[in-house]
């Protein structure tokens, strides 16, 4: 029995038809790498986690350095700009160049000592009666506040007084 053309088509068409799902079965059941790729996967994901990490701190480190030496570099700078006295040669030298034969002595600079506050801490001792007595709340009122406070109604001198309000609403 010969098989024409068309024949041997559709027998080829009907066995892939067939074997392709059974492949795509076998290659989903079998092809899964195995225990030991598995483990060398997750271990370069854990890697490439701990390098991205250390790589954050590493330039947070390095920022911060770098701020370090530019703040040191500005506090150079500033004390170079704060002055430089010259010697006494280089003092005479120079005022003499400006036509002025009696040098002056150059300023020496004093470097103040840093100021220390030190704030005395009192220590209260709780008490029922001490608790419900007003510590904060002074003893006599202050009575040149008080003065000052009962003549804001009164007019002050050179100063022209305000327009009735009422009666500019009312015109208009």
Do not use: H, Y
């Not at 701990?50 to 700078?77: L, P, S, Y």
């Not at 004093?110 to 005395?120: F, Q, R, S």
């Amino acid at each position: 029995m010969a098989l024409g053309l068309f024949q041997m088509i559709g027998i080829g068409l009907a066995i892939a038809l067939t074997l392709i799902p059974i492949v795509r079965w076998f290659w989903k059941r079998f092809d899964m790498p195995s225990k030991f790729a598995m483990e060398v996967l997750r271990r370069k994901e854990i890697e490439a986690e701990e390098a991205e990490m250390w790589a954050g701190i590493e330039a947070q480190v390095e920022a911060e350095e770098t701020a370090r030496r530019e703040f040191e570099m500005r506090q150079k700078e500033k004390q170079e700009r704060a002055g430089k006295s010259l010697d006494e040669t280089q003092s005479a030298e120079v005022w003499n160049k400006l036509g002025i034969d009696v040098p002056i002595q150059p300023v020496e600079r004093e470097i103040a000592p840093p100021i220390v506050e030190e704030k005395e801490t009192e220590v209260i001792e709780l008490t029922l009666d001490n608790a419900l007595k007003p510590s904060n709340s002074p003893d006599e009122p202050d009575w040149e506040l008080i003065q000052k406070m009962s003549n804001l109604d009164k007019p002050t001198e050179g100063v022209p007084d305000a327009p009735d309000l009422n009666s500019l609403s009312e015109e208009e």
